[in-house]
Each structure stands twice: as structure tokens, then as C-alpha cells.
């Protein structure tokens, strides 16, 4: 296991799983945003160099083990592949969970369908030494490009994030902001709920204020 990651310290590198459509998005954003960044899949380094080279030009194609290195890691595979995920590659490292269970695009999958727990718990439990942080889901891979603005932008648009361990959501808030978001602390891991498929947070575009104000009604008890 390697030593325990300083949250206060500003995060340089980001290891992206997944080169698909959200994990070469997030990829762009990060390199504009000054990070080194690192990309891996389930194949070789060498075969997917061209590609990280052609969509996302700056990035360097790794193993998942040299992408778990990083600073933040980012899980951008299918749902229904994260257990093809090594939970010891991750052990104690922050992790954004950018995926989503969204059946009637992926398909029921057993797991997540008969389980009352958020996906991100699901995953967690499976990542169990990892500092998991979910956000990024609740956003279009094309819009994360077009919708970052600078911190203090009028209108800035905000993502939400939800995790248990709370260094783990301070670094990750930073790399949000540095990316271009507000980034709003919806609480623990349970409270993704709230940015799932299907809720107005998952369907919408919304500030700070505006996401703040939808989490604390969601958190409002339901009067019968
Ligand atoms: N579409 C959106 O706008 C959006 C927005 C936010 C979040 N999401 C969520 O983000 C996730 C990814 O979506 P996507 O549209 O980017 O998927 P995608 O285009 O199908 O790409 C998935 C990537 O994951 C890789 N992969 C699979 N297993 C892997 C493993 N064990 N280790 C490393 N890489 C692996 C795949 O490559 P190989 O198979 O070659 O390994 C591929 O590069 C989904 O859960 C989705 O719900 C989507």
C-alpha cells in the first residue's frame, strides 16, 4: 500500500479509467485546466496510444496501475464493467465515481436493480479501501466541455458531489472548480440519490444556489 495521500495538497495528475466518451471528455477538460493527465482501459498501454493521442492530444496512455498513481482517479467505464475494476489498485486513493445505473440505456443489471443502496455505495462497497466521490455523472460528456467558465462567472453552472470521507471531497471540489464548476457538497455517499438518473439535479443545468436549494429539499422529511 503506498502512503497515505495528503488531501491538502493541490492535485497535479488525474488517472482516467475509461477512454470513452466521458473519460476523453473529462480528459480534455483537465489537460485545459493544466493537469498531467493519464489514461488507461482494460487494454494494453501500447494499444490504445494513438487513440488517447488523437482525443485527447497531451494525455499519456498507461497501464490502470500507473493511472491509479494519479492524484484523482476517475472511473469512466460502464457500470456493468466495474467489477472488471482491481479494488487493490485503488486501495486509499480518491476516487471520482462518474457513472451512472441508468437501466433503460444500459440495460437492468442485477446488481444494481435489487439493491435500495445508491450506485455509488454499490461501487464503494466493491472499492472498499478506495476514497470514493461521486460527481461528474450528472453531466453531459459534450457539455462538459462547453459549460466550464471561470470562478466568479455570473451564472456559473455547478456539479454536485457526495462521498464519506471528507479529504477525498475537498480535492476533488478543487479539481471541479479548476475545471471550469462550482462544486456543491451534497453530503455522504447516500445523498447521491439526489444526482441519480431521473432526479431534476441528473436533468438539469443549475448553480450553486440553485443545486443547494433543491439538496435541502430533498432532504426535507416527507409530511404525510
Ligand atoms: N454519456 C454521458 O454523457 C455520461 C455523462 C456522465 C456519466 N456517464 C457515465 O460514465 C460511464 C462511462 O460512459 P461512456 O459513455 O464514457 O462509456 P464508453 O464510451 O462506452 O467508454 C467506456 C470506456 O471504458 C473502458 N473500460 C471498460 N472496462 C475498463 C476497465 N476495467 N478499466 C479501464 N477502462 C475500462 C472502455 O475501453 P475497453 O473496453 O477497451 O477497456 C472504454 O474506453 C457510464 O457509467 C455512464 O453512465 C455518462
Known amino acids: ?101 441508468w437501466a433503460p440505456v444500459d440495460g437492468e443489471i442485477d446488481d444494481f436493480e435489487n439493491d435500495d443502496r445508491t450506485s455509488s455505495e454499490i461501487v464503494q462497497d466493491y472499492l472498499a479501501g478506495s476514497n470514493i466521490v461521486k460527481t461528474l455523472n450528472h453531466i453531459g460528456y459534450h457539455d462538459l466541455e462547453v459549460d466550464g467558465q471561470e470562478p466568479g462567472y455570473e451564472g456559473r453552472r455547478a456539479l454536485a458531489l457526495a462521498g464519506d470521507h471528507q479529504g477525498a471531497k475537498d480535492l476533488v471540489s478543487r479539481f471541479i472548480n479548476r475545471i471550469g464548476y462550482d462544486a456543491v457538497d451534497a453530503g455522504p455517499l447516500e445523498a447521491g440519490r439526489s444526482f441519480q438518473p431521473g432526479t431534476e439535479i441528473f436533468n438539469g443545468s443549475h448553480t450553486a444556489e440553485q443545486l443547494r436549494s433543491i439538496l435541502s429539499a430533498d432532504r426535507e422529511p416527507v409530511r404525510l
Open 1 to 101: 500500500m503506498s502512503a497515505p495521500q495528503n488531501h491538502s495538497a493541490e492535485p497535479r495528475t488525474i488517472g482516467i479509467l475509461g477512454a470513452g466518451r466521458v473519460g476523453t471528455a473529462v480528459g480534455r477538460q483537465a489537460l485545459k485546466a493544466g493537469y498531467g493527465v493519464m489514461v488507461a482501459t482494460s487494454k494494453p498501454a501500447e494499444d490504445i496510444a494513438l487513440m488517447v493521442q488523437i482525443m485527447t492530444p497531451g494525455a499519456v496512455a498507461v497501464t490502470a496501475a500507473e493511472a491509479a498513481d494519479a492524484d484523482i482517479v476517475v472511473v469512466a467505464v460502464p457500470l456493468h464493467k466495474c467489477r472488471t475494476l482491481d479494488p487493490d489498485l485503488l486501495g486509499g486513493k480518491t476516487v471520482i465515481e462518474a457513472m451512472n445505473y
